[in-house]
Structures are given as structure tokens and as C-alpha cells.
């Protein structure tokens, strides 16, 4: 896809928010937390930076923004694995990001994707409302579909900015892990075994 076809792809998937809600809840919520919404620093926060930003960060509910998963003739049934993917997401709780790594692998049948494209698949996912446990589970199975796959095993690691910047204040990660199919148990050691590696080298 060119730059300038991926800049017509976001400005369509921005399109499908109501800019004007968007525009006049956040006006509010600057309002009810004592602030000036028509202040020089907030005027553009409430009219176009907040509205946008959320227009981004919530495209993996809109199909539109789906990146196409491209794939090719498959030479290995051998499980294919990718680690160290970066994940952001929004906790639908809080509307405060959580973020991280997810580690995955499938075991392809006829085709194969581009390596790229389990990144785009797993940015577009982690945008939208979400919790981790069900992301970490749309991911498996999305990819399951997407790719025909025979297996796919997906773990996320993240931390929750609503446990670091208030509750308990404290950072921590959280692990949640999915599986579809029935990956044998040398599968199973081989990706764990390359989870460990890679969270070795960061």
C-alpha cells in the first residue's frame, strides 16, 4: 500500500467517528474537571487533537482499517513464530491505555503471510475499547481465521496505566495467554522457549 493510500485509509476510518460528539464530550469533561475549554492550551485539545487522536486509537473496530493480510505459498507446515510484537491498547474501564508485547505463532496450512503483516493484524486489534484477556483472545482467533491456520498460540504481556496512575498505584504486568487449535506439546516448549528469549533480550 502507498503513503498515499494509507493516508486515504485513515481518513476514512477517522470519518466513521462523530467528530461533533466527540467535540462536545470532551468539551464537557474539560469543563467538569474545573478546566477552560476555550482557553488558548485547551481550544484545539477539545476541537481536533483529542478527537483525532480517539479516531486512531479506536480503529480496530471499523473493518476498513483492517490491514490485508497478504499471503503467499506455504513450503513448511513447521510452526512459524513472531515475538516481541509491541501492543498499545485502551482498558474500556478507564479509557487509559494498556501497553506491552505480545508473542505469537501459528502452524500454517497452504499459505503463509508476510511477517509484517502479524504486526499491522495486532496493532489493528489492540485499537479499540478493549480488555487484555479478550484482545489476547481476538488475536488468536482473528489470526486463525485470517490465515486458515491449523494453531495459533498467542501471550500478551502489558501494563495497565489505571493500576500504575491510580488504585494501587503500582506497576506491574499481567500475562494472559490463548490457544486455538491443538498445538502438540514440542510446539508448545518451542514457543515458550522463544517467549523466554525474546523477554530475555529486552
Not at 74 to 83: F, G, M, S
Not at 118 to 139: A, C, D, F, G, K
Not at 170 to 186: L, N
Request: hydrophobic fraction near 35%.
Amino acid at each position: 500500500m502507498t503513503s498515499t493510500h494509507s493516508q486515504l485509509a485513515t481518513e476514512d476510518a477517522e470519518s466513521d467517528i462523530d467528530h461533533e460528539k466527540a467535540q462536545r464530550g470532551i468539551r464537557l469533561l474539560l469543563e467538569a474537571v474545573g478546566e477552560d475549554p476555550d482557553s488558548d492550551a485547551l481550544a484545539e485539545t477539545w476541537q481536533r487533537r483529542v478527537p483525532n487522536a480517539f479516531a486512531t486509537l479506536t480503529e480496530g473496530q471499523r473493518e476498513i482499517a483492517k490491514p490485508t493480510m497478504r499471503t503467499f505459498d506455504a513450503e513448511t507446515t513447521d510452526l512459524i513464530v513472531k515475538t516481541g510484537v509491541p501492543v498499545y491498547s485502551l482498558c474500556e474501564h478507564h479509557l487509559l491505555p494498556f501497553f506491552g508485547t505480545v508473542h505469537l505463532a501459528y502452524r500454517p496450512t497452504d499459505e503463509v503471510v508476510g511477517l509484517s503483516k502479524l504486526t499491522r493484524y495486532v496493532r489493528w486489534q489492540s485499537r479499540q475499547l478493549t480488555m487484555q484477556e479478550r484482545l489476547t483472545n481476538n488475536i488468536a482467533s482473528g489470526l486463525q481465521e485470517e490465515l486458515d491456520a491449523d494453531t495459533v498460540l498467542v501471550e500478551m504481556n502489558a501494563t495497565h496505566l489505571c493500576e500504575a496512575m491510580r488504585g494501587i498505584e503500582t506497576k506491574s504486568t499481567t500475562t494472559t495467554r490463548a490457544t486455538v487449535g491443538e498445538p502438540s506439546e514440542a510446539e508448545r516448549e518451542r514457543f515458550q522457549a522463544a517467549v523466554i528469549r525474546s523477554e530475555d533480550r529486552e
